[in-house]
């Protein structure tokens, strides 16, 4: 069950991919050295414990991060793959320490122009409940 909802998250992201070449914009080649303020945006229930939370991962040229949860003051770090699939759509893979346990996580990028766009996270293994979960929001890479 856990590798289906893998695969329907990724053939739901992929639909979205044919309207991504209408997007007149380009997400960078790399993290290393960048940062990226994102918001949660979707209303607090069980599944989405997170919401409305501001967070600045500053990426490093090393493949590791640090997780800055601005509204809560709390900070995580972990490490991360980023992988470009279009000029405009890109994800990260990533592993976080949180609290002590390790939280595994997908974050899916689509730029609406060079700074900013809107993100898919998924959660398949996490130190948050449900372990399992997703959700959307905003993002920008902080110059």
Not at 32 to 47: D, G, H, M, P, Y
Request: hydrophobic fraction near 35%; charge should be positive; charged fraction near 25%.
């Amino acid at each position: 069950m856990k590798n289906l909802g893998k695969y329907l998250f990724s053939c739901s992201f992929f639909i979205m991919l044919p309207f991504s070449s209408y997007a007149n914009c380009k997400l960078p080649d790399t993290l290393a050295n960048k940062s990226i303020i994102s918001r949660v945006s979707q209303l607090f229930t069980k599944e989405n414990p997170l919401a409305g939370e501001l967070m600045k991962l500053s990426f490093n040229k090393d493949g590791t991060y640090i997780n800055n949860y601005l509204t809560s003051e709390k900070k995580y770090s972990g490490k991360y793959i980023y992988k470009k699939v279009t000029e405009s759509v890109a994800f990260y893979s990533a592993e976080e320490e949180f609290e002590n346990k390790i939280t595994k996580y997908e974050v899916w990028l689509h730029c609406t122009n060079n700074v900013s766009g809107k993100y898919i996270y998924r959660q398949e293994e996490g130190a948050i409940a449900p372990q399992v979960r997703s959700n959307v929001g905003e993002y920008f890479f902080d110059r």
